[in-house]
């Protein structure tokens, strides 16, 4: 991975769209990216030219789709020097109502997305520790946990998403890579509706420190058990809001 694939945000959530239905495709791309925090609020969209190469669609495809997320108020269109497309989206805020709700329509599928998100997350971090990352990359890394830390507590869901996106793109697999944003956008609604609570965002600080060090000094064994404790603490959250 160059020094420039680094700076290619969402290259695991922005793939090519492969099938028939270009534009729904592409609606569901780009609001992905958004939810998942690929672009937070405020962010400026790659360029038209760019994200229509990267999502494989035409100009016209894609303008079809930003203008149909422009009507939903996800984002808006500026002119000028300085314009392009910006993001307008915000993440509701916590709601357990809606939590539940989401939990019964998942039903029995709840519990084979935390399996599957613990397994290709924990790998992710595994195979990462593996890799002899370039000086921008582990750059990348330090500036998503940063970015994490510092954030206001509305944006920090959409922040951790971006950090675990960061590690999975570091694996240098795109269909991994690609796995763990699919994986995420399944408990997404559920994740999001969590209250955030200061002492579990203190100890999930703790353990985001402690995958990054271990992902950054080559220790594959402390990057997987880390992110698997990360990961089954988070999941305990959730059943504990359940219960």
Do not use: W
Request: aromatic fraction near 4%; charged fraction near 30%; hydrophobic fraction near 40%.
């Amino acid at each position: 991975m160059t020094d420039e694939d680094v700076d290619r945000r969402g290259a695991s959530v922005l793939r090519p769209v492969r099938t028939g239905n270009a534009f729904e495709e592409t609606v569901e791309r780009i609001l992905a990216a958004l939810k998942l925090g690929v672009f937070a609020h405020g962010d400026r969209l790659p360029p038209e030219r760019e994200l229509a190469a990267r999502l494989n669609v035409s100009r016209e495809t894609l303008r079809e789709a930003l203008r149909s997320l422009q009507q939903a108020g996800c984002v808006e269109p500026r002119r000028g020097r300085y314009g392009g497309t910006f993001v307008t989206y915000r993440l509701p805020p916590p709601d357990l109502g809606q939590l539940r709700r989401a939990v019964q329509d998942m039903g029995a599928e709840l519990e084979d997305a935390l399996t599957y998100r613990l397994v290709l997350e924990t790998g992710a971090s595994e195979q990462a520790a593996r890799r002899t990352l370039t000086p921008a990359q582990r750059e990348q890394l330090e500036r998503r946990l940063a970015d994490l830390e510092d954030c206001d507590p509305a944006d920090y869901r959409q922040l951790d998403s971006r950090f675990h996106l960061a590690i999975a793109e570091l694996t240098g697999s795109p269909s991994l890579a690609a796995g763990v944003a699919a994986g995420r956008m399944r408990l997404n609604d559920l994740l999001n509706a969590i209250p955030v609570l200061g002492r579990n965002i203190e100890h999930a600080s703790e353990q985001h420190r402690a995958m990054v060090r271990a992902i950054l000094d080559g220790d594959v064994a402390a990057a997987r058990r880390t992110t698997e404790e990360h990961l089954e603490a988070t999941a305990a959250l959730l059943r504990g809001f359940l219960g």
